[in-house]
């Protein structure tokens, strides 16, 4: 199970980091990303990071702003968003899989989670 916390409203420029807690064991072994998903819009790749931690890779449209990490101890993987641009208004869900590489595709992702919304404000 994933749980993802710490969307809210934040105005333009600003940064918020959002948490992914993974219940269960064997969290180390799996590829973690996140997605974000617009009305009327299909899920895109965010950001994704691989079991160690030592490889991520995002999205041309998040890139240098935002960053993927985890910490294996903690079963937890972070999100964290700088530079927030209205256009990254969208509910954020983070992802599991058992791949050995990070994925980018949603058809890829084993487990979702509930999804945190992000409130972009101009």
């Known amino acids: 199970q994933l749980q993802a916390s710490g969307g809210g409203l934040v105005q333009a420029g600003g940064s918020l980091r959002l948490s992914c807690a993974a219940s269960?064991?064997?969290?180390?072994?799996?590829?973690m990303g996140w997605f974000r998903q617009t009305p009327g819009k299909e899920r895109e790749f965010v950001g994704g990071?691989?079991?160690?931690?030592?490889?991520?890779d995002y999205a041309e449209s998040v890139k240098g702003r935002f960053t993927v990490s985890r910490d294996n101890a903690k079963n937890t993987v972070y999100l964290q968003m700088n530079s927030l641009k209205p256009e990254d208004t969208a509910v954020y869900y983070c992802?599991?899989?058992?791949?050995?590489?990070?994925?980018?595709?949603?058809?890829?992702?084993?487990?979702w989670g509930q999804g945190t919304l992000v409130t972009v404000s101009s």
């Open positions: 992802t599991a899989s058992r791949r050995p590489t990070i994925y980018v595709t949603s058809g890829l992702v084993d487990y």
């Open positions: 269960g064991r064997a969290f180390n072994s799996y590829v």
């Open positions: 990071i691989n079991w160690s931690g030592s490889s991520t």
